[in-house]
Every structure is written in structure tokens, then in C-alpha cells.
């Protein structure tokens, strides 16, 4: 994803500035859009969370 945002300057399924400027937007769609953006965001956050419990529990371990 990354490699994508870099190279198109936009998150993927989502229209760029430019797109939106020339041809508008439709609002529902964009609304879907955005909300499944939120999703993917959450959990991405949960996953990262869970991560760092567990790198905080290890690195106790390893101090003691």
C-alpha cells in the first residue's frame, strides 16, 4: 500500500484530488469509501496494538 500511496499520491480505491476536482464525487460512495477506509484503519490499529503488548512482554522477560 505504501508503494501505491507513493506512487499515485492517493489511498487505493479512493479518487484522487485531482479526480475529484475535475469529475466530482459521488457522496454515498465516497461515504461507503471512506467508512471501509475507517475499518481497515481500526484494525490495523488492533493489530499493532496487540503487537506492541506483546514486544512489551517480551522485553519484561528479558530485563528480569
Do not use: C, Y
Not at 29 to 56: F, G, S, V
Amino acid at each position: 500500500m505504501a508503494r501505491f500511496i507513493e506512487e499515485n499520491q492517493h489511498l487505493p480505491n479512493v479518487p484522487s484530488a485531482d479526480e475529484v476536482a475535475t469529475e466530482g464525487i459521488d457522496v454515498a460512495k465516497m461515504d461507503a469509501t471512506l467508512l471501509r477506509q475507517i475499518e481497515e484503519l481500526w484494525l490495523h490499529l488492533i493489530e499493532l496494538k496487540e503487537e506492541n503488548k506483546e514486544l512489551q512482554s517480551r522485553l519484561q522477560k528479558l530485563e528480569k
